[in-house]
């Protein structure tokens, strides 16, 4: 079992009133109220912010693995080069 921490820090947030109506509504159909809705969206955005940094641990086996599918040989895949070099519908 984790530790447990206790709420003790606050965050003030200023908005718009018409922004806070979009929260209220949004924390609502959440069955949220929107302290609740920010916090949860907040942790999400901040997770996948940082997703990018995070340290990856693998078992030795599996580092093995991974090591070895990075060290392949290039292969030569024609219909990817093909593709790659063709103008993109949208150009």
């Not at 996948?48 to 040989?73: G, M, T, Y």
Request: glycine share 2%.
């Amino acid at each position: 079992m984790g530790i447990v921490e206790t709420k003790s820090e606050r965050i003030e947030v200023r908005t718009t009133p018409s922004v806070k109506a979009l929260l209220q509504r949004a924390s609502a159909s959440a069955h949220k109220n929107v302290s609740e809705f920010l916090l949860d969206a907040g942790i999400e955005a901040a997770e996948n912010a940082l997703a990018d940094r995070r340290i990856i641990r693998l078992h030795d086996r599996r580092w093995k693995e991974f090591r070895n599918i990075l060290d392949r040989p290039v292969v030569n895949k024609l219909r990817l080069a093909r593709l790659l070099s063709e103008k993109s519908m949208l150009e």
